[in-house]
Protein backbone atom coordinates (compact mmCIF):
# COMPACT_ATOMS: atom_id res chain seq x y z
CA UNK A 1 0.00 0.00 0.00
CA UNK A 2 1.14 3.35 -1.45
CA UNK A 3 1.41 6.14 1.04
CA UNK A 4 -1.49 7.95 -0.22
CA UNK A 5 -3.14 4.86 0.57
CA UNK A 6 -2.83 4.56 4.05
CA UNK A 7 -6.24 4.97 5.94
CA UNK A 8 -7.21 7.75 8.16
CA UNK A 9 -7.13 5.34 11.07
CA UNK A 10 -3.78 4.05 10.59
CA UNK A 11 -2.48 7.64 10.15
CA UNK A 12 -3.99 8.59 13.50
CA UNK A 13 -3.91 5.38 15.88
CA UNK A 14 0.16 5.81 16.45
CA UNK A 15 -0.22 9.39 17.76
CA UNK A 16 -2.36 8.08 20.06
CA UNK A 17 -0.60 6.16 21.57
CA UNK A 18 1.84 8.70 22.57
CA UNK A 19 0.06 10.10 25.38
CA UNK A 20 -0.71 6.43 26.47
CA UNK A 21 3.67 5.82 26.80
CA UNK A 22 4.24 9.42 28.51
CA UNK A 23 1.72 8.68 31.04
CA UNK A 24 3.45 4.80 31.59
CA UNK A 25 6.68 6.88 31.88
CA UNK A 26 5.23 9.62 34.30
CA UNK A 27 4.05 6.72 36.39
CA UNK A 28 7.15 4.95 36.35
CA UNK A 29 9.40 7.86 37.29
CA UNK A 30 6.69 8.70 40.34
CA UNK A 31 7.25 4.90 41.60
CA UNK A 32 11.17 5.65 41.11
CA UNK A 33 10.97 8.69 42.97
CA UNK A 34 9.11 7.16 46.07
CA UNK A 35 11.43 3.90 46.46
CA UNK A 36 14.33 5.18 45.67
CA UNK A 37 14.98 8.59 44.49
CA UNK A 38 13.50 10.68 47.18
CA UNK A 39 16.30 8.91 50.11
CA UNK A 40 19.08 9.08 47.47
CA UNK A 41 18.80 12.02 45.47
CA UNK A 42 16.85 15.34 47.34
CA UNK A 43 16.50 17.43 44.29
CA UNK A 44 14.70 14.77 42.10
CA UNK A 45 11.43 16.04 42.61
CA UNK A 46 12.17 18.70 39.90
CA UNK A 47 11.76 16.27 37.40
CA UNK A 48 7.72 16.76 38.05
CA UNK A 49 7.67 19.85 37.96
CA UNK A 50 9.45 20.26 34.64
CA UNK A 51 7.86 17.56 33.21
CA UNK A 52 4.60 18.97 34.09
CA UNK A 53 5.15 22.22 32.26
CA UNK A 54 6.62 20.53 29.67
CA UNK A 55 4.09 18.17 28.88
CA UNK A 56 1.17 20.77 29.51
CA UNK A 57 2.74 23.46 26.79
CA UNK A 58 3.68 20.66 23.99
CA UNK A 59 0.29 19.57 24.44
CA UNK A 60 -1.16 22.75 23.93
CA UNK A 61 -3.17 22.60 27.29
CA UNK A 62 -5.24 25.39 28.31
CA UNK A 63 -6.20 26.20 32.12
CA UNK A 64 -9.72 25.22 31.13
CA UNK A 65 -8.55 20.97 29.86
CA UNK A 66 -6.63 21.44 32.77
CA UNK A 67 -9.36 21.95 35.04
CA UNK A 68 -8.05 24.63 36.55
CA UNK A 69 -11.40 26.97 36.47
CA UNK A 70 -14.14 28.05 38.20
CA UNK A 71 -16.80 28.72 36.28
CA UNK A 72 -18.09 25.47 36.46
CA UNK A 73 -17.27 25.21 40.55
CA UNK A 74 -21.04 24.42 41.28
CA UNK A 75 -21.60 21.32 38.64
CA UNK A 76 -18.39 20.05 39.81
CA UNK A 77 -19.79 19.80 43.55
CA UNK A 78 -23.01 18.85 43.24
CA UNK A 79 -21.45 15.65 40.87
CA UNK A 80 -19.00 14.97 43.30
CA UNK A 81 -20.83 15.62 46.41
CA UNK A 82 -23.14 12.85 45.18
CA UNK A 83 -20.49 10.50 46.08
CA UNK A 84 -18.01 12.00 48.46
CA UNK A 85 -20.78 12.69 51.05
CA UNK A 86 -21.61 9.01 51.69
CA UNK A 87 -18.19 8.09 51.26
CA UNK A 88 -17.13 10.36 54.27
CA UNK A 89 -20.45 9.12 56.03
CA UNK A 90 -18.94 5.36 56.08
CA UNK A 91 -15.51 6.33 56.96
CA UNK A 92 -17.01 8.64 60.04
CA UNK A 93 -19.06 5.54 61.11
CA UNK A 94 -15.74 3.40 60.71
CA UNK A 95 -13.84 5.39 62.52
CA UNK A 96 -16.41 5.36 65.58
CA UNK A 97 -16.10 1.58 65.42
CA UNK A 98 -12.68 1.48 65.56
CA UNK A 99 -12.37 3.99 68.30
CA UNK A 100 -10.89 7.23 66.15
CA UNK A 101 -11.20 9.72 69.16
CA UNK A 102 -12.23 13.65 69.08
CA UNK A 103 -9.20 14.49 70.31
CA UNK A 104 -7.24 12.99 67.81
CA UNK A 105 -9.23 14.32 64.73
CA UNK A 106 -8.91 17.76 65.99
CA UNK A 107 -5.09 17.47 66.06
CA UNK A 108 -5.44 16.76 62.10
CA UNK A 109 -7.17 19.72 61.85
CA UNK A 110 -4.73 22.11 62.99
CA UNK A 111 -4.18 24.62 60.25
CA UNK A 112 -0.63 24.52 59.02
CA UNK A 113 -1.05 20.58 59.10
CA UNK A 114 -4.50 20.74 57.26
CA UNK A 115 -3.92 23.12 54.74
CA UNK A 116 -0.47 21.74 53.89
CA UNK A 117 -2.14 18.32 53.43
CA UNK A 118 -4.67 20.32 51.49
CA UNK A 119 -2.67 21.51 48.85
CA UNK A 120 -0.39 18.57 48.89
CA UNK A 121 -3.69 17.00 47.29
CA UNK A 122 -4.03 19.67 44.71
CA UNK A 123 -0.61 18.88 43.62
CA UNK A 124 -1.67 15.42 43.16
CA UNK A 125 -4.79 16.34 40.98
CA UNK A 126 -2.42 18.46 38.77
CA UNK A 127 -0.30 14.66 37.98
CA UNK A 128 -3.39 12.82 38.81
CA UNK A 129 -6.10 14.54 36.47
CA UNK A 130 -4.26 17.16 34.87
CA UNK A 131 -1.74 14.62 33.27
CA UNK A 132 -2.57 11.43 33.36
CA UNK A 133 -6.25 11.52 32.87
CA UNK A 134 -6.02 13.85 30.50
CA UNK A 135 -3.47 11.83 28.25
CA UNK A 136 -5.67 8.74 28.90
CA UNK A 137 -8.50 10.09 27.60
CA UNK A 138 -6.69 11.60 24.48
CA UNK A 139 -5.75 7.95 23.72
CA UNK A 140 -9.37 6.27 24.54
CA UNK A 141 -11.85 8.56 24.72
CA UNK A 142 -13.72 6.43 27.01
CA UNK A 143 -13.91 7.66 30.75
CA UNK A 144 -15.12 4.42 32.27
CA UNK A 145 -11.91 2.90 30.91
CA UNK A 146 -9.69 5.48 31.51
CA UNK A 147 -11.07 6.33 35.02
CA UNK A 148 -10.45 2.37 35.87
CA UNK A 149 -6.73 2.67 34.87
CA UNK A 150 -6.18 5.75 36.42
CA UNK A 151 -7.13 4.09 39.91
CA UNK A 152 -5.41 1.26 39.67
CA UNK A 153 -2.27 3.48 38.79
CA UNK A 154 -2.55 5.10 41.67
CA UNK A 155 -3.53 2.40 43.91
CA UNK A 156 -0.41 0.70 42.62
CA UNK A 157 1.78 3.67 43.55
CA UNK A 158 0.46 3.80 47.06
CA UNK A 159 1.45 0.32 47.88
CA UNK A 160 2.21 -1.52 49.87
CA UNK A 161 -0.17 0.16 52.30
CA UNK A 162 -3.06 -1.96 53.02
CA UNK A 163 -5.46 1.03 53.81
CA UNK A 164 -4.28 3.35 50.69
CA UNK A 165 -3.93 0.88 48.20
CA UNK A 166 -7.87 -0.17 47.84
CA UNK A 167 -8.62 3.33 48.99
CA UNK A 168 -6.41 4.96 46.10
CA UNK A 169 -8.03 2.32 43.76
CA UNK A 170 -11.68 3.25 44.28
CA UNK A 171 -10.96 6.88 45.34
CA UNK A 172 -8.58 7.56 42.27
CA UNK A 173 -11.22 5.84 39.54
CA UNK A 174 -14.10 7.95 40.45
CA UNK A 175 -12.09 11.47 41.13
CA UNK A 176 -10.67 10.77 37.12
CA UNK A 177 -14.28 10.32 35.76
CA UNK A 178 -15.64 12.90 37.96
CA UNK A 179 -12.94 14.97 36.18
CA UNK A 180 -13.95 13.89 32.86
CA UNK A 181 -16.92 15.07 33.41
CA UNK A 182 -16.09 18.52 34.82
CA UNK A 183 -13.19 19.08 34.24
CA UNK A 184 -12.14 20.69 37.94
CA UNK A 185 -9.41 19.55 40.08
CA UNK A 186 -10.24 22.39 43.33
CA UNK A 187 -12.81 20.64 44.10
CA UNK A 188 -11.49 17.15 43.93
CA UNK A 189 -8.28 18.63 45.55
CA UNK A 190 -10.57 19.60 48.46
CA UNK A 191 -12.43 16.55 48.80
CA UNK A 192 -9.68 14.91 48.78
CA UNK A 193 -8.18 16.72 51.22
CA UNK A 194 -11.15 15.92 53.48
CA UNK A 195 -11.49 12.19 52.48
CA UNK A 196 -7.44 11.84 53.16
CA UNK A 197 -8.09 13.09 56.99
CA UNK A 198 -10.35 11.25 58.20
CA UNK A 199 -9.22 8.16 56.59
CA UNK A 200 -6.03 8.80 58.95
CA UNK A 201 -8.19 9.52 61.88
CA UNK A 202 -10.65 6.19 60.99
CA UNK A 203 -8.05 3.61 60.55
CA UNK A 204 -5.60 2.20 63.27
CA UNK A 205 -2.22 3.68 62.77
CA UNK A 206 -0.94 0.29 63.25
CA UNK A 207 -2.93 -0.52 59.68
CA UNK A 208 -1.74 2.85 57.63
CA UNK A 209 1.75 3.97 58.91
CA UNK A 210 1.17 7.35 58.92
CA UNK A 211 -0.33 7.18 55.66
CA UNK A 212 2.92 6.28 54.20
CA UNK A 213 3.82 4.32 51.12
CA UNK A 214 6.57 2.70 49.56
CA UNK A 215 9.72 1.96 51.53
CA UNK A 216 8.72 4.38 54.30
CA UNK A 217 5.52 2.35 55.15
CA UNK A 218 8.29 -0.90 56.54
CA UNK A 219 10.46 2.12 58.25
CA UNK A 220 7.47 3.21 60.52
CA UNK A 221 7.66 3.22 64.05
CA UNK A 222 4.66 4.05 66.13
CA UNK A 223 4.82 6.30 69.19
CA UNK A 224 3.20 5.11 72.31
Known sequence: MSASQTSPLTATAAPRYFPFVETLAFCAYVAWYIWQLQEQIWYSWIVFAVW?????????????????????????????????????????????FFGGSQQSFLHLLIPRRFFGYMSFCLLQQIALNSLVT???LAAWRSPLRVSLVVGALFGVLHWPNPVL????????????????????????????????????????????????????????????
Open 134 to 136: NRL
Open 165 to 224: VPVTFLGGALMSWIFAKERNILTLAVWQGILGTIIWWAFPVAWHHAMRVGPGFYHFKPHY
Open 52 to 96: LVASFLLNKDTPKSLGWRADNLWPSLKLSSAFFLPSITILVIAGL
